[in-house]
C-alpha cells in the first residue's frame, strides 16, 4: 500500500503545516496586542500540532489569556504544559512555563530526587561523579579541566549533564547534594 502511506504522509504534512500557520499567526496576533485573536490561534494549533506544536501553542495561548486580562486561565494552560513538558523532556518548554507561571505569582517548585535513591548521585557515571565533586569543592570549569586533564568544553558537557541528570537548577545545588551524600558517608 505505497499509495495509501504517501496520502497519509502528505496528510500529515499539511496537518502540520497549518499547525505552524496558525501558531505563525498567533504570535503576529499576540505582537499586534490582539489577545483574542492570539488565544484563538493558538488553541486551533493546538488542535491541529504534534506534541512540540501543541506545547508551543499552548504556551502561546497563555500569553495571550495574560495579555487579555484571564491570569487563571493561563494558569491552568501554563501548568498543564509545565506538567506535560516536564514528562516528555522538553525543558525548554517546561522552564518557558515555569518563567511564566512564576511571573503570574505563583512559585514553580523542582521535584527533588526520587525516593529509591537517597542523593542521585549513583546516577551519574564514574567520571561525572569525579567532576560533582570537585564542584563541590567549589572549582571553576577550567579548574576541573586542568586537574582531570580535560578539555573545558568536555567539562562545560559533563556539568550539563550533572545537572540534568540531578535534577539541578544550578551548581550550587550539585554542591548541596555532593555535600549531603559526604555528610550520610561520615554519619555511617
Same mark, same amino acid.
Given at each position: ?8 504522509r /502528505? ?5 502540520r ?11 503576529? #496576533? ?21 506534541l512540540?506544536?501543541?506545547?508551543? #501553542? ?9 495579555? @487579555? @486580562? ?18 516528555? @523532556? ?7 512555563a515555569?518563567?511564566?507561571? /512564576? ?23 564514574? /567520571? ?57 558517608? /561520615?554519619?555511617?
Open positions: 500500500m505505497p499509495g495509501e502511506r504517501a496520502r497519509q /502528505r496528510r500529515w504534512d499539511s496537518t503545516g497549518r499547525a505552524f500557520a496558525a501558531i505563525a499567526a498567533a504570535r503576529v #496576533a499576540g505582537v499586534r496586542g490582539d489577545s483574542c485573536e492570539a488565544a484563538r490561534l493558538a488553541a486551533q494549533a493546538e488542535s491541529l500540532g504534534s512540540p506544536q501543541r506545547l508551543t #501553542a499552548r504556551l502561546l495561548a497563555a500569553e495571550a489569556l495574560v495579555g @487579555g @486580562g484571564d491570569p487563571a486561565a493561563a494558569r491552568a494552560r501554563l501548568e498543564s504544559a509545565y506538567r506535560e513538558a516536564n514528562a516528555c @523532556g522538553a525543558m525548554r518548554e517546561r522552564d518557558h515555569a518563567r511564566a507561571l /512564576r511571573e503570574l505569582g505563583h512559585p514553580v517548585h523542582r521535584r527533588g530526587a526520587p525516593p529509591a535513591a537517597a542523593t542521585g548521585l549513583d546516577r551519574l557515571t564514574a /567520571r561525572e561523579r569525579e567532576v560533582a565533586e570537585l564542584l563541590a569543592d567549589r572549582l571553576r570549569n577550567r579548574e576541573i579541566a586542568e586537574r582531570l586533564f580535560l578539555s573545558e568544553k568536555t567539562v562545560e558537557r559533563h556539568v550539563s549533564r550533572i545537572l540534568a541528570k540531578l535534577g539541578a537548577a544550578s551548581r550550587v545545588d550539585v554542591a548541596r547534594t555532593v555535600e549531603r551524600a559526604r555528610a550520610e558517608t /561520615r554519619v555511617r
